[in-house]
């Protein structure tokens, strides 16, 4: 991906400066990547500064489902910080990005008042499903993966969980030494002995 967003091309946006702030869901390499949904909004016509990006009932509750989890485990709550509401991260230049949970040691956040993206590297970074439009500027959908993922552990990030409940539901546990895929029926370790098993969610 090089170059300005092809999607924001098709959308009638020629630079980064005119895009709508909420229509932007990252930067990469100072290109902007839009939310998903975004183009479809378009084509039907309606207002896009009217537009509005939420998670579903699903994932949702996957978010509350770990954030339970995190909350009520043994994780030393004074060393470490559990922070969520898609927490912005400053990779660098023109590089900014955004994660579901992100888990962040407390004495590494040089600046707990600042208003600004955080540019500590989580210990680590809970993803639920994908919500860039990656379908003009990505290969595929995982390709967006893979790339976000390299940028998170190149950043410094120890382990990067995805949690897809699209047809796929699976999991995918990404560390500096390999990639596994997992099952919804697993147990996945987030840190130090705090596991979770998406087949345990209530969803009577």
């Given at each position: ?109 040089q ?5 600004k ?62 990639t ?25």
């Amino acid at each position: 991906m090089v170059g300005f967003s092809e999607k924001a091309h098709q959308l009638g946006f020629r630079k980064f400066s005119d895009i709508p702030e909420h229509l932007v869901y990252e930067e990469w390499d100072g290109v902007p990547i839009l939310y998903k949904g975004v183009s479809e909004y378009a084509r039907q016509n309606y207002n896009l500064n009217q537009f509005e990006m939420g998670s579903s009932i699903f994932q949702s509750l996957i978010v509350e489902y770990i954030l339970g989890i995190l909350f009520i485990s043994k994780l030393d709550r004074k060393k470490y910080a559990i922070v969520t509401n898609e927490p912005g991260l400053h990779l660098g230049y023109r590089n900014n990005i955004s994660n579901d949970i992100a888990i962040i040691e407390r004495d590494l956040i040089q600046n707990k008042r600042s208003v600004k993206y955080g540019n500590t590297p989580p210990k680590v970074a809970i993803e639920v499903d994908v919500k860039a439009d990656f379908e003009s500027d990505f290969e595929n959908f995982n390709d967006y993966i893979q790339q976000k993922t390299q940028k998170l552990l190149d950043f410094g990030v120890e382990k990067v969980i995805w949690i897809l409940s699209s047809d796929l539901q699976e999991v995918r546990v990404a560390t500096q030494k390999e990639t596994t895929i997992h099952t919804w029926t697993e147990t996945i370790e987030i840190l130090e002995g705090v596991t979770f098993c998406l087949n345990d969610m209530d969803l009577s």
